[in-house]
C-alpha cells in the first residue's frame, strides 16, 4: 500500500506547506494527522511546551500530562477527553530540536505498521515545514523590520527636509523681521514700516503684491502700503496708499475683520460685482489676509496676493495663512509701536496747534486775528489744501471770514456764497453735526462749486456752535477724491469749540465796551445838563442879582459910605460866587468843550492848572463827542494828578490823529510810580478808554515821571 | 410542577394562518422553555412565521433553518413548519450565529463553539449546529469547532436546505434570519445525550486511491481522470455520459472514505467537470485517501436507519428518550422514493414508540462522535435526548 501511503503524505504535505507560519503548520499537522489516523488528540510537545494540539478543549492541552511522555520506547498512555486513557503514539521531531509528535485515538488500540510508517513520514514533513516556516517567519520578520526601517528612513528623511524647508522658512522670517525691526528701531515713519511689512510678507510667501491697509470706521479701509514683489510695478498698481475701500462683504478682508483669524480668498468666481471690480482692478487670483492685532483689536491686515498676470496663477500654497499669520503677529507690535510713536506724534502736534490757538482765545486777540491762526493751523495739521472758516448768515449764504491755503491756490475771502450743490458746508448747515464728502460740486458762486474750480475734490468741517446757535463752519479741502483720513472731523471739532468760546468772548467784550460807553455819556450828558442848568438858571440868575446890586449901588444916596462899602463887597462876593460857580460848572463839563471842541478847551484848561503845561495840539478840528470828552476829561485828569502828587514842575500834552485814531500823550517829569490799583483816578480813565475801544499805556517807574499814551478810536469798532 | 426536562414538537404547514403559532403553541406544553429548534420549507412568509414563534417564545434561545423536507413523528412532509422545544432546568442553553460564515469557515465553526455552556451539574453535552448546505468545505467547519470543544464534546446537526432548489439556503437565530451562517446551541443537559451515525451503503469492488484532489473536487483516481474511474466503475462508457446522466448514476452511487473504525464516510458527487475529466463533491475527499465506490438499496438503507436509532440510545443506559432529533441526508430520500421516506419514518418510531420526533431532510450531515472528522453525506444523524 505504499501508492496509498505516499499520496496520503501528499495530501498531508500539501495542507502542512500551505500554512503561512511555523504555527499554523504545527496546527496544520496535528489536524490532518488526526483526520488521517482518525485520532481524537494529536499533538507536538517540546518540553513543557505545547507547540501545538488537537482534541483539547480551546486552550486546555495538559502540557503537564503531554511532557511526561518521553521517547524512551515504553508504551505511554494519555487521556483522551470524554473518552479515557489511550496508548500514545509518539514520533521524534527534527525539529523544534527536542520535540515529539504524539497521537491518540478511541476504537482498536495502537497503529498498525502502515500507519506507524505514514506517522514518522508526517513527523518528517511537519519538521521540514515547520523548520522551513521558521525560516521564513525569520526571513519575514527581517523583512518586515527592514520594511519598517526603510519607512522608518523615509519618514525620517521627509522629516528632515520638512525641517531645513522650515528652517529656510524661518530664516527668511528672521531676516524679513530684522528689516522691519531696523526699520522700526530707527523710528522710521509709519509708512515707510508699513511698505517694509507689505514687501517682505509678499516675498515671504512668494506672492506678487503684499498690502497693508488700516480698518477705519464706517466700513472702510484704508491702504496704508502696496507692494508689488517680484516687478517694480507699484506705479501701474490703481491703488494708492491712502485710499479708503469699503469693506465688502463677503471679501477676505470682511472675513479677517469678522472674524478675527487669516483667511483666504483663492476664487473670484461669483462675488458681488464690487469685489469682482477689485479682482478686475487689482488682477488678482489669490489672496491671503492676516489681522494685526493692536491693543487687542483688529487694527488692520496685512495680505498677499498671486496676481493673474503671473504665468500659470496658481492659489498660494497651503498653510500659507498660518505662516502670515505667525509673521503678522510678530510684527504687530512693531507696527504697533510705529503706529503709536506716529498717534503719538499726530498728537503732540494737535495739542500744540490747539495750545496755540487757545493762547490766542485767551489773549483776547480780535477774532479775525483768531481766524486766520486757526484756519493755518489745521491746514497744516490736517495736511489740507485749504482751511476756511465761514460764517452762516441769516438770507441762507455764507461769507468766509478766513482761509488758508497751499501756495499754489488762494481761497478769496468772499461773502454771499449760496449752499447750492453738494458742499459740507450745506450737510453741517443742515445736519448741525460734522460731514464729509468725496465729491464737492456746485455752480458758479456756490460753496461747492468755488472749491471745485480751486482744484478741491473732498472735504470734512464741523459745525462752530455759540451759545447753541450755528455760527459758522470750519473746513478742510483736499484736492483727491476719499482724502479724508478717519476721525478728520472729530479734530476739526476740537478747534471749533476753541472758536466758538473766543467768538463768544469777543460778543461779551463788544457788549461790554459798549455798555461801558453807554455809562460814560450818560454821564457825560448829565454834567452837560448840570452845566447848562447851572449856567441857565443859578448862574442868570446870580448875574442878574449881581446887577441889580450895582443898580441899587448906584443909587445910594452920598454919604451913606458904609452902606455902599457893604454894597461893594457884597458885590463882590456875589461875583465871586459866579466864578466859583462857573469853574464848578466847568469843572463838570466845560462848556467851551461843547462849544469849541477839544482844542480850546485844553488850552482853557492848561491856562488854568497850577503846573505849567505845554501843548502840542495838531489841527484836529471837531471830533466825535465821545472821543472829545474822553481827550479832555483824561488830560484833566492828568494834570491834576501832575500837580497834587506827582510834584511836577512842567506837563506834556500832545494831541494829533493818525488814520482814525486819536493819540495822546502826556509825559510829566514828576515822581513817577503812579499805579491804577491805588487811586480810581487812573482806573476812570481806563474806563474811559475801554468804552470807546481804545488803548491806554502807562509808563510810570518812580522817580522817573509819568508818562500815559492813550489811542482812541474816532470810529466804533 | 414541570419536569426537570421536557422536550415537545409542534407542527403547522406553513401556508396555513398563524402557523408559528400554532406550531409553537403545540411545542410550548410547559413555561420554562429553554431553546426552540425550528426546521421549516424555505416559505415566501419566512418572516411571519419566525414572528409567529417568537410572539408566543418571547426571549427562549432560537435556532434552525430551512429544509429540503421536514420529518415528525407522523411522517415526512412537505411545506411545513416544526418546532421542537426543550424545556426545564435540566437543561441549560447558549445559542450563538455568526453570519458570513464562507469568509472564514474555521472561524465560524470556533466562534459557533464557544456558545456551549459548561454547568458542573450538567455533565452531558452536545453542539447542535446547522450550516448553509450549499457551503462546499463543511470540514473545516467542523475544524473549528473541534479545536475549541476537544474530543469530550460531541456534535451534532444538518446543513441547510432549499427543497433543492440549490440557490439558497437559510439560518435562523433569535429574530434573526440569516444566509451564509453558522448557527449553534450548545446544550448542556443533566440527562444524558446518545448520538447515532448510520448510512447503510456498502463499498463495492477494488478501492480507489485519490491521487489527485481540490477543495470539494476529486481531479484524479488511481492516477487517472476521477470521472472517467469512476464510471467505469460502474460500467458506463465515458464517451456515453453526459452530465444528466451523471447525476441520476451520482444519487445513488456516492464514493465512501474508509475510516479507520465504523463506517465508511460517504461522499456525494455533486456534478462533475467533463472538461477537466473530475468529479465534483460537496465536501473534501483528501489526496491519499482509498475511496470505494458505494451501493445501497432500500432494504439497507431502512436497515442503517434502525442501527442509527438503536445506537443512538445506547448511551441512553436504559433510560427512556425525552424526543429524538433527526438528520436525515436528501439523497436517501432520492433513493428510498416517496413511499420508502414514510416507511423510515416509521421505522423510526416503532424504535422510539409515541416520544416526539422532529428533523429535516439535510444537504450535508454533522455528527462527531470519534475520531475529527464530523461531515457526513447519504448518512441519518440521530440524537437522542433524555
Redesign the interface.
Known sequence: MSARFTQQLVGFLGAVWSARTEASAGLTAVERAAETLDAEVAAIVCGEHVVAAVGYPEGAAPAGELSLVVLDGAVHEITIPGIGARPAACVSLDYPPGATFILARSGPPGLRADEGALLRGMARVTSMAMRTQHLLDDERAAREKSDRQATENARLLTELTQRQERLTELASEQAALRRVATLVAAQAAADRIFAAVAEEAGRLLQADMGMVVKFGPEGCMTVQAIQAIWTKAEAEFPLRVGERLPVEEGSMAAQVLRSGRPSRRDTYRGVSIRLAKLRDRLGLRSTIGAPIMVGGRIWGLVSVSVLSSRPEPGPLPAGSEQRLADFTELLATAISNAQARSDLARLAEEQAALRRVATLVATGVPPAELFDAVTLEMRLLLNAGAASLMRYEADGTVTVLAASSDPGIRVPLLSHLTLEGRSVTAAVLSSGRTARTDDLEGPPGSVGGTFRDLGMRSAAGAPIVVEGGLWGVILAHWRDAQAVPPGTEDRIAQFTQLVATAISNAASQAQLAASRARIVATADETRRRIERDLHDGIQQRLVTLALELRTVQGAVPPGQADLLATMSHAGDQLISILDELREISHGVHPAILSQSGLGPALRSLARRTSVPTVLDIGAIGRLPQPVEAAAYYIVSEALTNAAKHANATVVHVDLDIKDTTLRLSINDDGDGGADPARGSGIIGLIDRVDALGGKLMLHSPPGEGTSLVIELPLEPG | MPPNRWFAVGTADTSAGDAGGHAADAALIHDDAKLLIVFCSPAENLPDLIGQIRSRSGGVPLIGCTTAGEITAKGPRDSSLVVTALGGDGFAIGTAAVAGASEDLRGAG?RAA?CLPSPPDHPHRVLLLFTDGLTTDQDEIV?GA?????????MVGGCAGDGLKMTRTLQFHGDDILADSVVAAGIASTGPLGIGVRHGWRAVGEPM???G?GPARVESLDDRPALDVYLEHLGVEPGRADPDVLTGLALTNPIGLS????EEQVRFITSADFERRSLTCNAQV?????VWLMEGDAGAVLEATDAACSSSLAPLEGRPPLGMLAFDCVARRGVLGDQGIVKEVSRVTDVTGDMPLAGFYSYGEIART????GHHNYTLVVLSVA
Not at chain 2, 473541534?146 to 460531541?154: H, I, M, N, Q, R
Not at chain 2, 475510516?259 to 465504523?262: A, T
Open positions: 470556533a464557544r475544524r473541534y479545536s475549541v470543544l476537544g474530543a469530550s464534546v460531541p486511491l485519490v491521487t484532489s475510516r479507520h473504525s465504523g483528501p489526496e491519499g485517501s482509498l470519534h475520531g475529527m472528522r
